[in-house]
């Protein structure tokens, strides 16, 4: 059954750097996501992309977070310079479609950002 | 921001019985409601959905109904199985708004054999 996978599954990186996130969405999904899940908070979405284009993004979505599809088939989340309370799960996510249709979102299994 | 609220942090159920799992949301603006499953260390995993436009959503033991006028939908899981005990997410999305899901807060359910 295809899959969304994330790579690395951990990263520990300083305050102050850059970190990259991978994930390799499902291969005929046209839409992609970020969210994350800070230690006992909700789920919470960070961006959707399309078209190589963002879509929408949410308030946490700031100036040093980006969203790249570098090739046919990564889609990455760049933070340029890390806080530490950018410490997380990140859960990159795919869907078919969007809107009236209603395409369900797969989930990877995450990366846990760790920033010390 | 608590637009998507499920109150219950747990429940635990014995196996065979029904585990009902309710969310609750106050966007009135809200179309399409899923609920996702997760597993320690992994992402969440789609169990089912619903459109606004319907009450309830059946697959397999997995039932979704949704009461709009309440701005409650629930999950009835029957019969319950010990490989069912997970941290279970409701999630909702506005059509105007991208596809984003908001999400609740999410229920432990523990299936007891």
């Known amino acids: 059954e295809p899959e969304v996978t994330q790579t690395p599954s951990h990263q520990v990186t300083q305050m102050g750097q850059e970190v990259i996130l991978r994930c390799v969405p499902i291969?005929?999904?046209?839409?992609f996501y970020w969210y994350r899940q800070i230690l006992g908070q909700k789920v919470e979405f960070l961006v959707s992309?399309?078209?190589?284009?963002?879509?929408?993004k949410s308030e946490i979505f700031d100036d040093q977070f980006s969203v790249e599809r570098p090739d046919g088939s990564n889609f990455t989340l760049k933070i340029r310079s890390t806080k530490l309370e950018d410490s997380a799960m990140y859960f990159c996510?795919?869907?078919?479609?969007?809107?009236?249709?209603?395409?369900?979102?797969?989930f990877g299994p995450g990366t846990r950002l760790t920033v010390t | 921001d608590q637009q998507v609220k499920q109150n219950s942090p747990s429940l635990s159920v014995q196996e065979g019985r029904i585990s009902i799992l309710n969310c609750d949301y106050t966007?009135?603006?809200?179309?399409?409601f899923l609920w996702y499953k997760k597993y320690p260390a992994e992402g969440p995993t789609f169990l089912i959905s619903?459109?606004?436009?319907?009450d309830k959503n059946e697959d397999g033991r997995f039932t979704v109904f949704l009461n709009k006028s309440a701005k409650h939908l629930s999950l009835h899981i029957v019969p319950s199985q010990p490989g069912d005990s997970a941290v279970y997410f409701c999630?909702?999305?506005?059509?105007?708004?991208?596809?984003?899901?908001?999400f609740g807060g999410g229920t432990r359910l523990m299936v007891k054999p």
């Open positions: 996510a795919s869907s078919e479609g969007q809107g009236r249709m209603k395409y369900e979102q797969y």
């Open positions: 291969s005929n999904h046209l839409y």
């Open positions: 992309f399309y078209n190589n284009e963002i879509s929408e």
């Open positions: 966007n009135s603006m809200f179309d399409y």
């Open positions: 619903i459109s606004s436009i319907k």
């Open positions: 999630a909702a999305s506005d059509d105007n708004a991208g596809n984003m899901l908001t």
